[in-house]
C-alpha cells in the first residue's frame, strides 16, 4: 500500500497550492481519507477528512474557510486545495487513510502517506 502526497512547495502569504494524494495497493472507496501536517518540533495535527462517498468534510478550525479536501474514487485519488495560505501553515503535508470513517486523531489511521513539504514566507 501506497499514499504518494505531492503538489507541495515554497509560496508566499495568501497564496494557493493543491496537494494530491495518489493511493496505490488500495481502493480508496472503502477508505475514510485525511489530511494532516505537521511542523517542526510540533505534533502531528488533524487538516480536514473526507467520507468514503465524499459527501462529508470535517475540518480543523485553521483549516476552515481556505481549505478544501475532495476525492476521485474513479482515480483513486485525493485532494487538498488549500486557499489563503498563511506562514503558520509551513509544515509537512500527510494523507492517510482509515477503512470507514478517519477522524481526527492521529492514532486511528490504517496507512499514512509519505508526506510532502509546504512552506509559506510571510
Known amino acids: 500500500v501506497q499514499l504518494q502526497a505531492s503538489g507541495g512547495g515554497l509560496v508566499q502569504a495568501g497564496d494557493s497550492l493543491r496537494l494530491s494524494c495518489a493511493a496505490s495497493g488500495l481502493t480508496i472507496s472503502r477508505y475514510g481519507m485525511a489530511w494532516f501536517r505537521q511542523a517542526p518540533g510540533t505534533e502531528r495535527e488533524f487538516v480536514g477528512a473526507i467520507d468514503w462517498s465524499g459527501s462529508s468534510t470535517t475540518y480543523a478550525d485553521s483549516a476552515k474557510g481556505r481549505f478544501t479536501i475532495s476525492r476521485d474514487n474513479a482515480k483513486n485519488t485525493v485532494s487538498l486545495q488549500m486557499n489563503s495560505l498563511k506562514p503558520e501553515d509551513t509544515a509537512i503535508y500527510y494523507c492517510?487513510?482509515?477503512?470507514?470513517?478517519?477522524?481526527?486523531?492521529?492514532?486511528?489511521?490504517?496507512?499514512w502517506g509519505q508526506g510532502t513539504q509546504v512552506t509559506v514566507s510571510s
Open positions: 492517510a487513510a482509515r477503512v470507514g470513517w478517519i477522524g481526527r486523531d492521529r492514532k486511528f489511521v490504517d496507512y
